[in-house]
């Protein structure tokens, strides 16, 4: 296996990283599919919390995958915390890291926050979202989600709609979809594209509707109002009749074609209130997913770096 000590963005995995999660996790779905659904591959293992940030999704199922391999779980709650008396985070992580930890999920709306960690302590540093810069379990259960799906991410055109600018999802699925040989295209509003856009290895369409009838993979965003300084688009209304899956658009997907959205969903904004429900949605299936691939990551850092042939159940493990 590729030795890799953080994930902290998508380049810190490469094409060769992303893969090695991906297989890893067929093993985990098996696991996951066990009447217990747990190893005792990280017995003795710490893993540590420390989200600055609101999140369901993704602390959920960090939570669940580090439980599901018996690692140890340090919460941190940044609103019942000394966060709140004013310490710092380089404070908070020496303090954390002083107990025993082997990895922390760092989620934070600064940019950068995951490459300062290292400084303060010796654990692996995952980034469960660092501003609108990178959140990279997102992208690997989003592309173990299409593979699933669609046997293949190479030569697949997937359409990303909707806040591109603000969003870490963004950054992180364009460079793994295109490392792993799709066609990526980028449907917005001029105003919530970044400027830095022309170095980007995407198509830009305008028009959704040409771009859903083309598309393998059509992948809604959430509008990231929290990080919108200005108003980027004259309503939610306008914005969902050109920009949202509403229902008439939704009958011009492939029936071969999926749809995919993060979450957590406006719906009624970029996606109509019973789109998820369609067939072509595997929005369910990324949650689910994303358990599995959090089992994945947490091993691929602290495992015992051979691929878990085999991995005996809790109880016979209990000698
Ligand atoms: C995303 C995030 O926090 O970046 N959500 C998630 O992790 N599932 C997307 C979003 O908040 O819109």
Not at 52 to 65: G, H, I, M, V
Not at 304 to 309: E, M
Request: net charge negative; with cysteine.
């Amino acid at each position: 296996m590729t030795s890799t000590k953080h994930i902290r963005c998508i380049d810190d995995l490469g094409k060769d990283g992303i893969l090695e999660i991906m297989e890893l996790s067929n093993h985990f779905l098996e696991v996951s599919n066990r009447r217990i659904p747990k190893v005792p591959a990280l017995r003795g293992k710490t893993v540590a919390w420390l989200f600055y940030e609101d999140s369901t999704r993704t602390r959920l199922s960090f939570e669940t995958a580090a439980k599901r391999l018996s690692a140890d779980t340090m919460n941190f709650n940044v609103s019942s915390s000394s966060v709140k008396k004013g310490e710092s985070l380089r404070d908070t992580v020496e303090t954390i890291s002083a107990m025993g930890v082997d990895a922390v999920v760092v989620r934070h709306k600064s940019v950068g926050v995951p490459w300062l960690l290292p400084k303060w302590t010796d654990a692996s540093i995952i980034n469960a979202g660092d501003g609108s810069h990178e959140h990279p379990t997102q992208s690997l259960l989003d592309c173990y989600t299409i593979t699933q799906n669609l046997g293949d991410i190479s030569g697949k055109r997937i359409v990303i709609v909707g806040d591109i600018k603000h969003s870490r999802v963004a950054r992180s699925n364009i460079k793994a979809f295109t490392m792993l040989g799709a066609s990526v295209a980028l449907v917005a509003p001029p105003t919530l594209l970044p400027s830095s856009i022309t170095n980007w290895p995407v198509d830009v369409v305008d028009d959704l509707d040409v771009a859903i009838k083309e598309s393998d993979v059509l992948y809604l965003l959430r509008m990231q109002l929290e990080r919108q300084k200005e108003a980027l688009v004259p309503s939610l209304r306008e914005y969902t009749k050109f920009y949202g899956l509403t229902a008439r658009r939704s009958r011009n997907l492939q029936d071969s074609s999926i749809v995919m959205h993060p979450g957590p969903m406006n719906r009624g904004v970029e996606i109509s209130g019973d789109a998820p429900d369609l067939p072509n949605a595997v929005i369910t299936n990324q949650v689910e997913n994303g358990v599995i691939v959090r089992m994945a990551v947490l091993y691929h850092l602290l495992g015992s770096g051979a691929i878990p042939t085999g991995l005996a159940p809790e109880d016979e493990a209990d000698d």
